[in-house]
């Protein structure tokens, strides 16, 4: 793992589709697989209500997931696309969502 948690900025507001996951840890700009922020796992904060902040990301819904729980694989170590347990599952994040 690339440093600590501590490193990154936590970004603790809601997912915005106008700025994905993907683009709060990475930053828009700036070398790929350097993440920038640490956002909440998705899955942990539309179903419970709780905080797991995270710099793994989805490569198909671009949601951050905490690795090993919500999702698998880490894309900075592995340097695959990581997949969340609602695209494994083939779910839809509508169907998450309460609103
Ligand atoms: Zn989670
Ligand atoms: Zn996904």
Avoid at 68 to 74: D, R
Wanted: with cysteine.
């Amino acid at each position: 793992m690339p440093g600590d948690a501590k490193d990154f900025e936590p970004d603790y507001s809601w997912y915005d589709p106008s700025n994905n996951d993907e683009e709060k840890i990475r930053g828009k700009t700036g070398p790929p697989r350097v993440p920038k922020k640490i956002v909440p796992c998705r899955i942990c904060q539309e179903q419970f209500g709780r905080v797991t902040l995270t710099f793994v990301y989805c490569a198909t819904c671009k949601h951050a997931f905490c690795e090993g729980v919500h999702g698998s694989f880490s894309v900075i170590a592995q340097r695959t696309p990581g997949k969340c347990v609602i695209c494994h599952l083939g779910k839809d994040w509508n169907s998450l969502r309460r609103s």
